[in-house]
T-cell receptor, first 111, second 112 residues
């Protein structure tokens, strides 16, 4: 059965810290991995990683896909209180249209 | 562009009542999805529609039905609501089921 596992479940840091969030997956015929940020409402898209695009960066956020280890990390440097959110990882398998989501990592950044 | 819109934003039902959640997208996406989100469970797929005219079951389809009315609209129906269906429901769409999924604002449903 396809599965996505995120760790840690929750994390509390202080502003300025760097955090690393993990996502591991077991999916038949992997196609892509996506990261989302969810604040109070709907998830918003951050990155999509594929076999041809294993590293993405946007400002203080970056993500890497390790196809050998079947995992991805999301790094946030110089964290700010506005980074407080649930970070979701989802994986899409080839031949399907179904995104399988992990349960998320709840990040809280203290001022 | 409005993106993905959902109605209603909030709803309270009594056990056994029925209702339809509406979703529409204006991004010309082929694929549309209904998820529910419960504490500690992440987002679970209820139904999806790869393209207009097709629908398929996701992970937790029991108690729900869907209709892909046209390319823009995908509705979710609860025929006889149960307290276990208390949740936040999100509609999403994506291009060809490949790229990023874009989510609607969600509907918070409470079944008493």
């Amino acid at each position: 059965e396809d599965k996505v596992v995120q760790s840690p479940l929750s994390l509390v840091v202080h502003e300025g810290d760097t955090v690393t969030l993990n996502c591991s997956y077991e999916v038949t015929n992997f196609r892509s991995l996506l990261w989302y940020k969810q604040e109070k409402k709907a998830p918003t898209f951050l990155f999509m990683l594929t076999s041809s695009g294993i590293e993405k960066k946007s400002g203080r956020l970056s993500s890497i896909l390790d196809k050998k280890e079947l995992s991805s990390i999301l790094n946030i440097t110089a964290t700010q209180t506005g980074d407080s959110a649930i970070y979701l990882c989802a994986v899409l398998a080839s031949g399907t249209y179904k995104y399988i989501f992990g349960t998320g990592t709840r990040l809280k950044v203290l001022a | 562009n409005a993106g993905v819109t959902q109605t209603p934003k909030f709803q309270v039902l009594k056990t056994g009542q029925s209702m339809t959640l509406q979703c529409a997208q204006d991004m010309n996406h082929n694929s549309m999805y209904w998820y529910r989100q419960d504490p500690g469970m992440g987002l679970r797929l209820i139904y999806y529609s790869a393209s207009e005219g097709t629908t398929d079951k996701g992970e937790v389809p029991n108690g729900y039905n869907v209709s892909r009315l046209n390319k823009r609209e995908f509705s979710l129906r609860l025929e006889s609501a149960a307290p276990s269906q208390t949740s936040v429901y999100f509609c999403a769409s994506s291009a060809e089921g490949q790229g990023a999924g874009y989510f609607g604002p969600g509907t918070r449903l409470t079944v008493l």
